[in-house]
Antibody
Framework: QVHLQQWGTGLLKPSETLSLKCAGS????????WSWIRQPPGKGLEWIGE???????SHNPSLRSRVITSIDTTGNQFSLTLTSVTAADTALYFC??????????WGQGTPVTVSS | QFVLTQPPSVSGAPGQRVTISCTGS?????????VHWYQQIPGTVPKLLIY???NRPSGVPDRFSGSKSGTSASLAITGLQAEDEADYYC???????????FGGGTKLTVL
């Protein structure tokens, strides 16, 4: 059983920066890859980006200019930073562990609302 | 553009069999990457249902099965139950993206 705990800012104004973190239970982080996925209200899932244990980072091209993701293996934490948010970034944000090419464990989700 | 296309909705009566399709472009499903399926009951976290085209994680009933052929994949649910009412998403890895893409999701209604 892998337990993922998420936390971060839930209410933002346009142009502010979103910051979320995800921590995994002991022994769950290495050697896996970690992704952020979001779901706007009433809509489907959108992959945001990921970090691998080997140091590789990749992001959705539609968000690439605004996204930073990083992994702290010593602290078993994974983080997401999204700059210059707009109302279109309002969504439920999930962290997820990638096993091979699928996501086997998900965080509980963090609702983020962008509103002036 | 990397796209996985699913029907917006499907429905079936209890006990029936339904299938949900997932059609992709050659840059994802067609490049030998597997298709995976998730079930999301409203208000809950997505749950891995099928991985590697056909494999069920421990605890997933064998009423759920997956298949893949060429650039299309399918999720089949037999013996439909009320508790199966949920949104279903397919997902695949895009090599050129070094990341994943999800289908738009299919809402299953049990009549």
């Amino acid at each position: 059983q892998v337990h993922l705990q998420q936390w971060g800012t839930g209410l933002l104004k346009p142009s502010e920066t979103l910051s979320l973190k995800c921590a995994g239970s002991r022994g769950s982080f290495s050697p896996h890859s970690w992704s952020w996925i979001r779901q706007p209200p009433g809509k489907g899932l959108e992959w945001i980006g990921e970090n691998t244990q080997g140091g590789h980072t990749s992001h959705n091209p539609s968000l690439r200019s605004r996204v930073i993701t990083s992994i702290d293996t010593t602290g078993n934490q994974f983080s997401l930073t999204l700059t210059s948010v707009t109302a279109a970034d309002t969504a439920l944000y999930f962290c997820a562990r990638r096993m091979q090419y699928y996501f086997d464990w998900w965080g509980q989700g963090t609702p983020v609302t962008v509103s002036s | 553009q990397f796209v996985l296309t699913q029907p917006p909705s499907v429905s079936g009566a209890p006990g029936q069999r339904v299938t949900i399709s997932c059609t992709g472009s050659g840059s994802n499903i067609g490049t030998n990457f597997d298709v995976h399926w998730y079930q999301q009951i409203p208000g809950t976290v997505p749950k891995l249902l099928i991985y590697g085209n056909t494999n069920r994680p421990s605890g997933v009933p064998d009423r759920f099965s997956g298949s893949k052929s060429g650039t299309s994949a399918s999720l089949a649910i037999t013996g439909l139950q009320a508790e199966d009412e949920a949104d279903y998403y397919c997902q695949s890895y895009v090599y050129s993206l070094s990341g994943s893409v999800f289908g738009g999701g299919t809402k299953l209604t049990v009549l």
